[in-house]
């Protein structure tokens, strides 16, 4: 019973929080509703636990649980009077094609093999003890002490914990890394009764389908067809390190692809609607990065960037740009170049080092043996299967839409910063070493990989395919839910 | 009807080159290998664990003290480079061990070369020894070792019985190196720590050219000679191009489904149908699991206090402080590394285990590494685990 209420409280209470801000019934309304709720909801319950269950996390279902249920029962109630005010509408006409009986029969098959896969990661987790290394070295450190002591304690750098922290403090490998999947996993560990891993892991199945799910409805509502929406759920289902990350469960790198995932999303259906629940959901989205990984500071500052420029008037732009790009050179050539980064704090550039607070100071310098990892990594290992042969031949290919429509103009704008920022880190960084050993790369570039591929299906979107006898127009879509 | 067998024709030989270049093959390597040196498994030396002769075969029935297997055949001075195909027969090899090639050299004999190679299923499975960096020179001794395979399986339920039936070198020959060459695409691979960064082979045939680039090259040159050679439209081309895309995506994703499958398998064969309790403890680091409990124990009546733990492998320092918890632990040298030359608070433990760095010195009772001294007395001490009171705030 409690394994069920720790499940269907987050659930209610994330799907309720997304149908407040976004009642609206456009297509795939309850995709992404379930989907987002799925996500949002484990993160509303680390919120709660971490403020309600400190002083006994051993019962963080009983303490947090009532603060939950309550918070749940009253968003619920709120997002089915702002449903009921709005009226079922659909924001553009979509051309889509009916699913002729081939198409129906390998869909068919490729979702068999999503709930094969799907099955297979469940069974790991169930089964296996934490398995992979950073998920019990770095991301079940502060949990499972927390649990098991019964109650919150604070972790300190390591000098500080020796030198001048009272024995109640902990320290560790990764003490300074953010707190939010910990409370997450204190609510399952409470809900089952002790620290099983198998039940504390749970939660990135939970994210997959949510993150499956979410993609889908959004862009349905973003305008792709059911076929080709299922079709693109397949090619991102299909996509092996994420899988990995879901069977070997433990890694932050999911959660923060999936919120940099749903922010862009959120982000595009923003600048085609002008939809405010959507605004408020990317900023959401954007502001939680910092508190899933420290990287996602990276994130969040690159996204600042990149919205701010968007929203500023066509004129500006180009103004604007050169302006900041005037002055990022003329900081850095005078190595007085400062950037703010959430929860890292400020972060130095000059010509031949950054200086990253936590990190420490990283020189700039070419690793050729990094450019060779990182093209083993994308195009020579099956991590991505094709995905990233696929992606240049699709933009060229679909480069007019590119050209013509400003929200993928603007998402591609992102993307190609964030892949340049990975690429300076692994090419130019002493953290060339993760590239060279492949132990970082692919757990960084997982974190755009959504994105990518939200870019290249809706630049998929119009384009024509070759067309399958007994094909005909598709009935009108905004009587279609799903 | 002539184009089309035209074109047929130039795509074969496109994916013969391509699968040839890939197995690193020459246009004049012989299909089939000249010689073969044929090892018949009941000529091996058991080394290590136990084995019966059952025919030709050896059959393997326990592992030795330290949890391995090791037979050995003395080789009358083999040229490495005559024969750069091993193949290996086992019969029932359990997905719980993994085996590693091992051999002396001529040059070196006081030397034991050992390398990982792919995992020994049921039948043949090649290996091409070019990817080996020392298969050279002229080799006196091989042998398999096989062993659970680390940090996955735990030791204590690793071995099951097998049968070795034969092993052979071959020399070069298109036959041996597509062999390989299908072993090293789609033999079996557990999971490993590094699973979760990156996917792909991590033993010897990792230097052999991946599927993913074979096949995209093969799959773009037969869409360009059919063009070509057919004439195609540029809308057909294209047509073409996304379903042969998509055709090798799902191909890729079968490729990976089944590979899932696999690594899946062993963990069903390791942990289904047993409770949590038993499960938690079928850790694949078991001793280290059984260290971090008798610490616990051991503490379980003491105030709180800080532990320092140290181990000479990262792996089984940071495994050991997780499995301490809630106990409040730290790595010992990057938190005195951290702290400098500060007190150390007089609540502080050390834990030494499986260690060589830090050395205890009775006469002056003290821990000394890195030019640092740490005065403290014996608590506790068994085997590999050591435990260490703070004697007094020191500098």
Known sequence: MSLFLAWFLPVVAGTASWLIVNPRRTAGWLSAAFGHGIVFGMLITAAATSLFARNDTQHAMRSAGSALAIFAALASIVAWRRMRAVPIDSVEPIRAVRTNRVVSFFLAIAFVSIAWRLWIALREILLRPTFPWDAWDAWAVKSKAWFMLGHYVPFVAMKDWIATSGPDSFTGVAWSYPSTLGWIQVWFASAAGGWVEPIVNLPWFALWIGLLFAHYGQWRALGLSVTRARVAIYLFASLPLITVHVALAGYADLWVAAVFGFAVLAWMRWLRERDRGQLFVFVCCVLLLPLLKLEGAVWLLLFAIVAV???????????????????????????????????????????????????????????????????????????????????????VARWRELRDQESLRLLACLLVICIAFLMFLFLFTDAARFAESFTAINRLVMHVVPALITMLALLLRDAVLPEFPGTAPASDPRSNPA | MIRRCLCAVAIVIAWLVILGWSARLAWNTPPFPHDRLTLDANAFHVVMGA???????????????????LQTISLDHVKAADFPILRYHFDGFPQTLEVSLVFRRADKPADVQAVTIPWAGNGWTSLDLRTIPTWTGEI?????????????????????????????????????????????WFGYTPWALLSVSALGAAVATAETPALMPSLVCGVFLSLLLAAVLLRWPRRTWIGASAVAALGLWITLDIGWLADLHAKHDLTENLYAGKSWQDRERLVPDQETAQAAEQIKTFLSTQPSQRILVASDANYTMLRLSYLLLPLNVAPMSPTLGAAGNVTLPEDCLFVLYENSHWNYDAASGALIADNRTIPVTPLFETGDLHLYRLRSATR
């Not at chain 1, 170049?337 to 420490?360: Q, R, S």
């Open chain 1, 309 to 395: 420029f968007a929203a500023l008037r066509r004129p500006w732009r180009k103004y604007v740009a050169l302006a900041c790009a005037a002055l990022l050179l003329i900081g850095l050539a005078l190595g007085k170049l400062i950037l703010p980064l959430l929860t890292l704090g400020w972060v130095h550039v000059a010509p031949h080092t950054i200086e990253v607070p936590v990190l420490g100071p990283l020189a700039i310098a070419w690793h050729s043996g990094a450019f060779g990892g990182t093209l083993r990594t994308l195009f020579e290992q099956p991590n991505w299967n094709l995905l990233w042969w696929v992606a240049p031949v699709i933009v």
């Open chain 2, 51 to 69: 084995g019966v002769e059952d025919g030709n075969a050896l059959r393997v029935g326990s592992v030795g003290d330290d949890g391995n297997a």
């Open chain 2, 140 to 184: 006196v001794e091989l042998g398999f070792a096989e062993y659970a395979t680390p940090q996955l399986v735990p030791p204590s339920i690793a071995f099951h019985p097998f049968r070795f039936d034969s092993a052979e070198l071959w020399s070069p020959s298109w036959r041996g190196g597509l062999a390989a060459l299908y072993t090293s």
